[in-house]
């Protein structure tokens, strides 16, 4: 949008037109949270929403015919006059057809649709228009649809909600000529539970999932998903070109590497991760990018917490291989505490005790470690760790208490309530070890910010995609992960590594975000306009 026909849309705007972006807004924000707590395929994150969605959110949604387009002059980006808008007609109701009809729009006499159109678009091209807020409908910025796009939304109407039928239909659509539908047809993969995933075994194809992997053009996050299917459906002779990608030296395959190791492992079982353990993992003569030795990482709780290829005490193995490299070690101390690995505490007071400039960061997640070990030596352990370090026990009894409250709002229970219901016997919860170690100062502290994150809904996501959090070699050096290994600085990825993860974070920051815009737009809605009256 050009910068003075921005201006002037907001010098103009109305009160009513305010109050209609101000609803809009508030239903993006409110989208924007919901669907990231949606239980997504693991490696996958969706490039925009789905044409179900849109059309989910709106009330009206109609393909439509451009008829008139804007003056040749608003569209010059020196243009000072009002948003340049283009007239449709429609030509196919996907929703709400009565309230179209109500608004005029349809019949003999129908009254075009008028929407800000702020490119030259060809007259008699198909696009899918969204509105809102009947009966004076409230229309979105056009959709472009191709040739088959239009056929292509009549077939989304009749799909089932979900599960693996519903995939079946997008599965045909992936890597389509037509960009718009194979852009959606994988967004409805992105966004899809893994074991809807799972349920398509039967009809996926394993040949065109391997082409798409090796070819260099296929967009990098379309890859994790190929590679995850791949895991799915293939062979183990799939697993040989898939360990010859991972042993191989071209970047432009390699991206997505998390989900192509799990992809390899889920086909190859154990000693698959043998291989892993050797190429990632294990520290040797050659020097192990950062990024490569996270997405194995990555791939190994996914292997953990979603399949059972590999036993979950194999995947803690290689896991704990990180624990003899201190600058790696906080990457999977939180893993371990959730998975309930307790075999590890001695090794992890050693590291905490021998901490230094280049890996401090590690001692909170080590204390948060031993607060939710039920080993009285943990009780123990933790005493000692707090005459080492006090103020690292202390962040981390802040940064547990408040994680750990979120997770008990998503039990639907109350931290200090933990029972069995099976004898009846109140069992102690993680945070009673906690407080048998506390002193009165963390004890309060502790009780406040429970106090306070309870009243809070909690906000929950899978892990999203690596690709999204760790730079890329195009990225600049200096601040990369490669390079801050490399030079023995490396800033972890905070939260990942703790208890309290980098993903609620994110959730409780976008909440944040969402309610200081609602606040912002609230304020103008409320605005007086300047005239009597």
């Given at each position: 949008m050009h910068t003075q026909q921005r201006n002037h849309f907001f010098q103009t705007i109305t009160r009513s037109t305010r109050r209609r972006a101000f609803v809009v807004l508030v239903m993006t924000g409110i989208h924007l949270v919901t669907t990231m707590n949606l239980p997504a395929c693991p490696f996958c994150s969706a490039v925009s929403l789905t044409f179900t969605q849109e059309i989910d959110q709106s009330e009206v949604a109609v393909v439509a015919q451009l008829v008139e387009g804007p003056d040749a002059e608003s569209l010059k980006p020196t243009s000072q006059g009002p948003l340049p808008k283009g007239r449709f007609k429609i030509v196919?109701?996907?929703?709400?057809?009565?309230?179209?009809?109500?608004?005029?729009?349809?019949?003999?006499?129908?009254?075009?649709?008028?929407?800000?159109?702020?490119?030259?678009?060809?007259?008699?091209?198909?696009?899918?228009?969204?509105?809102?807020?009947?009966?004076?409908?409230?229309?979105s910025s056009?959709?472009?649809?191709?040739?088959?796009?239009?056929?292509?939304?009549?077939?989304?109407?009749?799909?089932?909600?979900?599960?693996?039928?519903?995939?079946?239909?997008?599965?045909?659509?992936?890597?389509?000529?037509?960009?718009?539908?194979?852009?959606?047809?994988?967004?409805?993969?992105?966004?899809?539970?893994?074991?809807?995933?799972?349920?398509?075994?039967?009809?996926?194809?394993?040949?065109?999932?391997?082409?798409?992997?090796?070819?260099?053009?296929?967009?990098?996050s379309r890859r994790r998903l190929y590679a995850t299917m791949l895991g799915v459906c293939g062979s183990n002779q799939d697993a040989d070109r898939i360990e010859a990608i991972l042993r191989g030296k071209d970047s432009e395959l390699r991206v997505g590497l998390d989900a192509l190791i799990a992809c390899f492992v889920t086909l190859r079982g154990s000693r698959g991760?043998?291989?892993?353990?050797?190429?990632?993992?294990?520290?040797?003569?050659?020097?192990?990018?950062?990024?490569?030795?996270?997405?194995?990482?990555?791939?190994?709780?996914?292997?953990?917490e979603e399949t059972e290829i590999v036993p979950r005490a194999r995947v803690l193995e290689s896991l704990e291989r990180l624990l003899d490299q201190p600058k790696l070690a906080d990457?999977?101390?939180?893993?371990?505490?959730?998975?309930?690995?307790?075999?590890a505490l001695a090794k992890l007071e050693k590291l905490f005790a021998e901490a230094n400039a280049d890996n401090i960061f590690v001692r909170e997640p080590i204390a948060n470690y031993m607060k939710?070990?039920?080993?009285?030596?943990?009780?123990?352990?933790?005493?000692?760790?707090?005459?080492?370090?006090?103020?690292?026990?202390?962040?981390?009894?802040?940064?547990?208490?408040?994680?750990?409250?979120?997770?008990?709002?998503?039990?639907?229970?109350?931290?200090?309530?933990?029972?069995?219901e099976d004898d009846g016997a109140t069992k102690p919860s993680v945070t009673d070890s906690v407080d048998t170690v506390l002193?009165?100062?963390?004890?309060?502290?502790?009780?406040?910010?429970?106090?306070?994150?309870?009243?809070?809904?909690?906000?929950?996501?899978?892990?999203?995609?690596?690709?999204?959090?760790?730079?890329?070699?195009s990225e600049s050096s200096e601040g990369s992960p490669d390079a801050q290994?490399?030079?023995?600085?490396?800033?972890?990825?905070?939260?990942?590594?703790?208890?309290?993860?980098?993903?609620?974070?994110?959730?409780?920051?976008?909440?944040?975000?969402?309610?200081?815009?609602?606040?912002?737009?609230?304020?103008?809605?409320?605005?007086?306009?300047?005239?009597?009256?």
């Open positions: 196919e109701i996907l929703k709400g057809g009565d309230l179209a009809e109500a608004a005029g729009l349809l019949g003999p006499d129908a009254e075009t649709i008028e929407a800000i159109l702020l490119e030259d678009k060809p007259l008699g091209g198909m696009f899918l228009l969204l509105a809102i807020e009947p009966p004076k409908l409230f229309w056009p959709i472009t649809l191709g040739p088959e796009s239009a056929a292509y939304l009549r077939k989304l109407q009749d799909l089932p909600k979900a599960g693996a039928g519903r995939l079946a239909f997008f599965q045909d659509y992936l890597e389509y000529s037509d960009e718009t539908m194979a852009r959606d047809a994988y967004d409805e993969f992105a966004v899809a539970p893994y074991a809807d995933v799972r349920g398509l075994r039967d009809q996926m194809h394993p040949e065109k999932l391997l082409a798409w992997i090796e070819n260099p053009k296929v967009q990098s991760l043998d291989q892993i353990d050797e190429l990632f993992l294990t520290k040797s003569d050659k020097e192990i990018p950062f990024t490569e030795t996270y997405a194995a990482v990555m791939a190994l709780r996914f292997l953990g990457l999977v101390i939180a893993d371990l505490a959730r998975w309930e690995d307790w075999s939710a070990c039920p080993l009285p030596e943990a009780v123990d352990a933790l005493e000692r760790l707090r005459t080492i370090d006090p103020e690292a026990v202390r962040r981390a009894a802040t940064l547990a208490g408040f994680a750990l409250s979120q997770s008990a709002a998503v039990d639907g229970t109350a931290l200090r309530e933990s029972g069995d002193t009165e100062d963390e004890a309060v502290m502790e009780h406040e910010d429970l106090a306070i994150a309870k009243k809070i809904a909690p906000v929950l996501a899978d892990e999203d995609a690596t690709d999204d959090q760790i730079p890329t070699d290994a490399t030079s023995h600085s490396r800033t972890p990825p905070a939260g990942r590594d703790e208890i309290f993860d980098r993903t609620r974070i994110v959730r409780w920051g976008a909440w944040a975000v969402i309610v200081l815009i609602v606040a912002a737009m609230a304020r103008i809605v409320m605005r007086p306009t300047g005239k009597p009256g």
